[in-house]
């Protein structure tokens, strides 16, 4: 695309944006292109429902080419055309390119009067496509979208919503959420009951009751696999499990024709008994896992199942079928009959499909079970070959081996590797051999995350992977790579796309769009109106994509892997890094200095969490006498870091709120010993080699005008007037050249309208924590003004360090919609490479002493964490002994990020020792020369 198509779509989104995403007046014409919309469609739909899904294709091609939308008319049955597509390219497997077409369609859709059912569809598409993916993100996503379109509809889609209710429920619940999973249930049958007798159905009304008992019974499987329903005791769900059993033999039984339907032309879309076979056998798996079950008559219910079953239409669910009846001979302790099953199923797939490396593997516990490791691991071996990507052919020992895309066999390889580590007897090398499977379900991970995003399921699966290897001391300085990257992943692309896109020609025109649909997107999620929060969230995609076909360079910079021993070559002698990763009842700390990388397990139990919160505790209580206790700094400090001057610390989890400078050793807090500061990633660390210090330093500050009132300890979280914010800010422009906006002149547009112009940012204001949702949280500029961290991220900023002085701005919020969030996170992704944030509520009088002192030592040349540790220094020792001595007043604020100098040594000082030297040149010039004299 040219600039100047790339600027005419600028001007399109800004006229999206102006219009409140409706659709163009100047649109409204009557005139049309599209002259025979519905002979168009209905042949269309002709084809697709006799499978001629290539016709579809090329009809829908022929009819596009010579079609332009003049009207929302139009742009409805545009997107109908390609709907259908969508629909086609979905049945040809072709799910990308069904996936692209539906989005296609959905750009004409979405802000169309009358769209709901040609949106509804689209979205039901889109979700059902990133299934197939096993993209559980994005398919609840589209489901819920769906979902409430045909909730708020008249008259909606029947079939479609009792589906979508159907699977949502069991999306949810292997996404580890069953109380959402058991709301959709309860509403699918809801609807069922309520649902008036006058409505005609595509499909008998009995038949919707058997799919949902069919999700019902394959919800408390996935529950009881999972362990991941803690609201329903195992007694309680094995009685409701039966109770419902019994109701769908009873429904399925009143309809004496569904057992004659299984003709070749037999259609599974409105089967019942496709849906019945599916429920009886989730029924056989969860019972074969409660003890003293009947065997024999899982046998007869399975076997039902496979005479049902449809076998030229549902082959792959003959094999799931004679799969439980293997699980049940195995359960049985009838280890041949179930070997001979297997046998069969093996020999009866395809050599490369992904399902028979998954038989493989149930062959494989089959042959433990009977101790048989040898050919237990030959199957384990073929499996892994199966998956195995690579050209190479896969070794013995897997380390060559390389994962595909299917997040799937993730879950798969690490069940196996837990089952052998679970296994009542032992063999030779049992913990080496488990401990490679699991090493093998770390590499499949890593090269599934980025298709797969990073929910709660998929992190608890990471987080086990690498307790257990580094439990057998198993992990390598790859891997450690791979887990910088796997978690930083969403955090870099942001921040290395934040500081290119500041040298774009178009960055003014590209800003100013991307903060106006922050903005809009702000309101409407505090309104809370989906339908306005899906349609700007598209727009702001529709920008984004545009933005990187435009500008590849900030794609090529977002790609670009973290390698472990270029962060080493990097670091100075006198610096180790700590970074910490916590998992159920233990954390791994990494030890990583220039020339080595260590780590150990350490438990994390009640005693340690404690301690902990007992810390945390005291330091946020402004008259709580700290007492020194080696205890904590015992367990989050090893030994080998007391011989190094610089900590640097990549908190996890629950350590994101603590000040290590306030741990004691040897009866001294840490910072008098040590310079601490901190970062989220390891690959912040050094900040981005391409940042320039400029020698003329200037810094930006901002300080808003508030009420007065009357607290006994004025803090900056509340709407008190701040005396020490304001004298701040003032005292900080005599030390370095600055432009300050005080008082009402701190207002929010002064903020955004010049925020590129300092190399420093400094906020000295009240902040305010949104407990609800963390991006909704703010800066509050004059005049009540509120700049959102959902704002922030569409904000490009060029300073080298922004000092956030308010409250909780380095405090870790989880968000509803992105994770943990935080300010000091949002300006790093706006491409700051350093902030200076507080973890709790800072007290405005100590936080204008400490941030003077904090300048004083920046424009002496010192780092930026020397800087920080020595400006608490000072003020530590004029109150040392007394109440404000305690570390509430002092230990608040902490670096983060990049650490080198903002400037050199002060210019006076600089010209003092210049003049100095040019002096002492003079005198030893005339005395050389007097002693030359006299000499003659």
């Excluded at 987080?463 to 990257?485: G, H, P, R, Y």
């Excluded at 002085?805 to 870790?812: E, H, K, L, P, W």
Aim: aromatic fraction near 12%.
């Amino acid at each position: 695309m040219r600039r100047s198509s790339f600027q005419m779509y600028i001007v399109w989104l800004m006229f999206l944006l102006g219009h409140q995403f409706n659709f163009a007046q100047s649109h409204t014409s009557q005139e049309t292109t599209i002259t025979n919309p519905k002979v168009w469609i209905d042949e269309l739909l002709d084809y697709y429902n006799k499978g001629m899904q290539e016709k579809v294709v090329q009809y829908a091609d022929s009819i596009l080419e010579s079609t332009t939308p003049l009207n929302e008319k139009d742009s409805l049955n545009t997107a109908r055309i390609y709907h259908i597509v969508g629909k086609a390219q979905f049945e040809q497997f072709a799910n990308y390119k069904s996936i692209e077409t539906l989005h296609i369609a959905r750009s004409y859709a979405e802000n169309v009067a009358g769209n709901d059912t040609v949106l509804s569809g689209i979205y039901y598409y889109l979700h059902i496509n990133f299934g197939v993916q096993s993209k559980t993100f994005e398919t609840l996503k589209y489901g819920e979208k769906a979902l409430y379109i045909l909730e708020n509809t008249m008259n909606p889609n029947y079939d479609l919503l009792l589906k979508l209710y159907g699977r949502m429920a069991v999306y949810s619940a292997t996404a580890g959420s069953f109380n959402k999973s058991r709301n959709y249930l309860k509403k699918g049958k809801q609807f069922l009951q309520d649902l008036p007798d006058h409505i005609e159905l595509p499909n008998p009304r009995l038949s919707y009751e058997i799919k949902l008992l069919y999700r019902k019974m394959l919800i408390a499987f996935v529950s009881d696999k999972l362990n991941l329903d803690d609201k329903i005791n195992n007694s309680d769900l094995i009685n409701s499990v039966e109770f419902d059993k019994k109701k769908l033999d009873l429904i399925f039984n009143k309809d004496k024709d569904l057992l004659s339907n299984q003709s070749d032309d037999f259609n599974y879309d409105d089967a019942n008994v496709y849906y019945y076979t599916l429920a009886l056998n989730y029924y056989s798996l969860f019972k074969a896992g409660i003890e003293k079950t009947d065997y024999n008559l899982l046998h007869k219910e399975i076997d039902k199942a496979i005479e049902l079953l449809h076998k030229k239409h549902h082959a792959r669910h003959l094999y799931q079928f004679k799969n439980t009846k293997a699980v049940i001979f195995s359960k049985q302790g009838k280890y041949e009959e179930a070997m001979s099953l297997y046998d069969t199923i093996i020999a009866n797939t395809n050599d490369n499909n992904n399902i028979r490396a998954n038989f493989y593997i149930s062959r494989a516990l089959v042959a433990f079970q009977q101790k048989d490791v040898i050919k237990a691991q030959e199957d384990i071996y073929k499996a892994l070959t199966v998956i195995h990507q690579g050209e190479e052919v896969l070794k013995k020992d897997y380390t060559n081996f390389n994962g595909g895309y299917r997040f799937n066999n993730v879950v798969t390889i690490h069940s196996l590797a837990n089952r052998i580590k679970l296994l009542e007897y032992d063999f030779d090398n049992k913990e080496s051999y488990y401990t490679s499977i699991f090493e093998v379900a770390f590499k499949q991970f890593t090269t599934t995350y980025k298709n797969q995003g990073l929910n709660k399921v998929t992190r608890d699966f990471f987080n086990s992977i690498v307790n257990e290897l580094a439990a057998k001391n198993a992990l390598t300085n790859s891997d450690l790579s791979q887990i910088e990257n796997v978690q930083n992943f969403l955090a870099w692309k942001s921040f290395n796309q934040s500081r290119n896109i500041i040298q774009l020609p178009v960055v003014d025109s590209l800003e100013q769009i991307e903060f106006t649909i922050r903005k809009q997107l702000t309101r409407a999620k505090q309104t809370r109106d989906v339908k306005a929060i899906d349609s700007i969230t598209r727009v702001l995609y529709n920008f984004e994509q545009l933005l990187k076909k435009n500008y590849p360079d900030i794609s090529k910079s977002i790609s670009g892997d973290f390698d472990i021993v270029n962060f080493q070559k990097n670091l100075k002698n006198d610096e180790i890094v700590l970074k910490y990763a916590f998992f159920k009842d233990e954390f791994a700390l990494f030890q990583i200095t220039k020339d080595s990388i260590f780590y150990e397990l350490k438990p994390w139990l009640e005693n340690e969490q404690q301690m902990l919160r007992q810390h945390l505790d005291n330091l946020k209580k402004p008259f709580s006498k700290m007492a020194y206790d080696n205890s904590l700094v015992s367990l989050l400090i090893p030994d080998k870091a007391h011989d190094f001057k610089n900590l640097i610390i990549i908190p996890d989890g629950v350590i994101y709120p603590l000040p290590f400078e306030t741990l004691s050793h040897n009866n001294r807090f840490l910072i008098e010993d040590k310079t601490v500061r901190y970062s989220s990633h390891l690959r912040f660390v050094n900040g981005s080699s391409n940042i320039e210090y400029e020698k003329d330093l200037s810094l930006t500050i901002y300080a808003p005008e508030y009420t007065n009132t009357n607290q006994q300890i004025v803090t900056r979280s509340s709407e008190s007037y701040l005396n020490g914010a304001r004298s701040e800010a003032i005292r900080i422009a005599e030390i370095f050249n600055a432009e300050s906006f005080l008082g009402k002149e701190a207002t929010k547009n002064a903020f955004v309208n010049n925020r590129l112009k300092g190399d420093v940012l400094h906020l000295a204001m009240h902040a305010t924590i949104n407990k609800d949702d963390a991006v909704l949280s703010y800066f509050n500029f004059s005049d009540q003004e509120k700049l959102h961290i959902e704002e922030l991220y569409g904000l490009k900023m060029d300073a080298k360090l922004a000092v956030l002085s308010a409250c909780n701005t380095g405090v870790y919020k989880e968000s509803k919609s992105s994770g943990p969030q935080s300010f000091q996170r949002a300006f790093t992704f706006a491409g700051v490479p350093a902030t200076v944030a507080s973890l709790w509520e800072v007290p405005d009088n100590s936080t204008k002493q400490i941030m003077e002192r904090f300048y004083t030592h920046l424009s002496k040349g010192q780092t930026k964490s020397q800087s920080l540790q020595n400006a608490k220094l000072d003020y530590l020792n004029v109150h040392r002994g007394t109440k404000l001595g305690q570390p509430y007043y002092w230990a608040g604020f902490v670096v983060y990020g990049e650490d080198a100098p903002i400037t050199a040594a002060n210019s006076q000082v600089t010209l003092y020792i210049a003049l100095a030297v040019i002096l002492l040149v003079i005198l030893t010039y005339f005395f050389l020369r007097t002693r030359s004299k006299k000499e003659n």
